[in-house]
């Protein structure tokens, strides 16, 4: 008897279990939430974050260049046991047994000199040398070394990439962290692209079902009509044909909208067998756009603005490696000390003083105009930069300028587009209301309806075209009209 009754009770809860599992609610968001949303954790937002961490660690990786560092290099160890050809005095050739072993360490801490591009280094080194094939008497292990020694290496007249890079690495990484704020906020316009794809769907749906909705109501009063024979049989087909086309048109809404919906949710990193809904966002700011001051920051702002700078010390730099590149001069000196024992300890009893002063010189006697060609190609290509990066900044002002022309103008087209909605859609219940007391034809109620849904579509789109137009007005300027704060604040680093 207590199985039956389980069993009863697990039917009843599978019976159920549909109802409660699979029941969705529908969310519900704004512009600002699926915009916040996109930022937090989209896969697009996700990338920028990464790219920004490269760039992080590539400029780190810049600033080590100017640090001192510690190095140990060495052999450790280098072991030989083979047949040397070993030339005799005489001229002739012999090949002797060796068995040999050699370790060699070095620890020096070294610091780049980055106004002249040179390296002074302070080092202590030590070698063992073992001989496992010596005659009777003589020693099997050797050991030298160098207790200290300071060695400076100088190239006389030759580029100087730490110069350079001292200059163009900072710029290049501030392009980078203003990049992050451009990409965020290219991202908010992906999503809001996506948002009011998806919003368009939902309103034509809105429509689609209101006019279905509309239609049938029509056609039972025709239909009633005709039984009663005050309208003919054409106009209660044509009214029939009407409701076929509002079920074709419902069908093709909901699957638009279904479509949207996928490329919305996967871009936002939202379960697909969610359900949402979203708001129209009618509260429009309340600001107007100066265009001087968005020119102004924009240039303050962007990173391609940093990037026009930055573009012309790289050629500039060019032409420093050509005019370094003529002929080569390097100057090493070192002085320290250095020893010789049988032992290790001795080697720091009573060193001898190292001197080494070498200057090397690599000049082209005739090169048949090589160097002259490579500098001409550097100026040429200077040249060249500072002609293109003038015209971008042309072209920059040029975007700015017509992006704001353009958001004022949107601005005001929504207001009219607002209201010709309003109209038409009192417009259409008027004539809905007199066609169902017999005073408007079909054929006028019909184009009543069609303002309507045009007007509708209108108002939509105009919203469209003005957040889309505010989302780029915030990548192009790195500014918030809306709460009057910069989008980017440089920091200290």
Do not use: H
Request: charged share 25%; proline share 3%; net charge negative.
């Amino acid at each position: 008897m207590s199985k039956l009754i389980w069993v009863r009770r697990f039917c009843f809860a599978a019976f159920l279990l549909p109802t409660s599992l699979f029941a969705q609610e529908t969310s519900v968001f704004s512009l600002e939430d699926i915009v916040a949303r996109a930022k937090a954790q989209s896969p697009a937002a996700l990338r920028e974050e990464t790219v920004r961490e490269n760039r992080y660690w590539e400029y780190r990786l810049f600033r080590a260049d100017y640090n001192p560092q510690l190095r140990l290099n060495g052999i450790f160890p280098q072991y030989q046991q083979a047949f040397n050809r070993v030339e005799q005095p005489d001229g002739s050739i012999a090949f002797r047994p060796v068995q040999q072993n050699l370790v060699d360490m070095e620890l020096g801490l070294q610091q780049v000199i980055a106004p002249t591009g040179g390296m002074i280094s302070v080092n202590s080194s030590t070698s063992r040398f073992d001989n496992f094939f010596t005659s009777p008497g003589m020693p099997q292990t050797q050991w030298s070394g160098v207790p200290v020694n300071v060695r400076l290496e100088q190239p006389i007249f030759a580029f100087n990439r730490f110069k350079w890079n001292r200059k163009i690495a900072p710029l290049r990484y501030e392009e980078s962290k203003r990049d992050y704020v451009e990409g965020m906020e290219e991202v908010s316009q992906t999503a809001a692209q996506l948002f009011f794809n998806y919003l368009v769907a939902q309103v034509d749906l809105e429509i689609a079902e209101k006019n279905l909705e509309n239609t049938e109501e029509i056609y039972k009063i025709e239909k009633g009509r005709y039984e009663i024979g005050t309208t003919f049989e054409d106009k209660l087909l044509q009214v029939e044909l009407q409701v076929l086309q509002a079920k074709q048109a419902m069908a093709r809404a909901r699957l638009d909208m279904e479509t949207s919906a996928l490329g919305l949710k996967s871009f936002i990193g939202m379960n697909e067998a969610a359900d949402l809904k979203l708001i129209l966002p009618t509260d429009i700011p309340d600001f107007e756009v100066n265009v001087g001051r968005a020119i102004d920051l924009a240039f303050q702002n962007r990173a391609d603005a940093l990037g026009f700078e930055r573009r012309v010390l790289e050629a500039d730099a060019n032409v420093a490696e050509a005019r370094g590149s003529r002929f080569q001069m390097n100057l090493r000196a070192s002085y320290g000390y250095n020893n010789a024992a049988l032992n290790w300890a001795e080697i720091y009893a009573d060193p001898n003083t190292q001197a080494l002063v070498n200057m090397t010189l690599s000049v082209p006697v005739l090169d048949w105009g090589r160097n002259r060609a490579r500098m001409e190609v550097s100026k040429a290509n200077k040249r060249l930069v500072e002609y293109t990066v003038q015209q971008d900044m042309i072209n920059f002002e040029e975007q700015i300028f017509t992006r704001v022309k353009n958001f004022n103008m949107l601005r005001d087209r929504l207001e009219i587009t607002e209201a010709s909605d309003q109209v038409a859609d009192k417009r259409y219940e008027i004539a809905r209301n007199r066609y169902l007391s017999g005073k408007v034809n079909i054929t006028d109620l019909n184009i009543a309806q069609q303002e309507k849904d045009a007007n509708r579509r209108e108002f939509v789109n105009s919203l469209r075209e003005y957040w889309m137009a505010y989302y780029q007005l915030r990548q192009l300027t790195l500014y918030d009209f809306e709460n009057g704060q910069l989008l980017y604040v440089q920091d200290e680093d």
